[in-house]
């Protein structure tokens, strides 16, 4: 299973993605996660259902310093990705 989020709110400058990075690998999630030119995190992850179900609610939340206003996501093709990568 493969997931694209995109993340809106004040999300940028909170340590969004070293957050997501430690929850993907707490949850065996793959995938990546990047800062969007506007002010959003984008996520792409994958791996087994229930994984991807907890990483997408914590994404809902984030980090305590994240505020996030919006989130809206689509299935993708899986990729196979062996790690979680915080990538520019």
């Known amino acids: 299973m493969n997931k694209r989020i995109q993340i809106t709110g004040n999300v940028q400058g909170v340590f969004f993605r070293k957050n997501a990075q ?11 996660v990047r800062n969007e030119p506007d002010g959003s995190v984008l996520v ?5 259902s229930q994984a991807i179900a907890a990483m997408r609610e914590w994404l809902k939340q984030g980090p305590p310093r994240a505020k996030v206003e919006g989130i809206w ?16």
């Open 44 to 48: 792409e992850i994958e791996g087994e």
């Open 22 to 32: 430690h929850k993907a690998h707490e949850l065996g999630v793959r995938g990546w």
């Open 73 to 88: 996501e689509e299935d993708g093709e899986v990729q196979g990705y062996s790690g979680f990568l915080i990538i520019q």
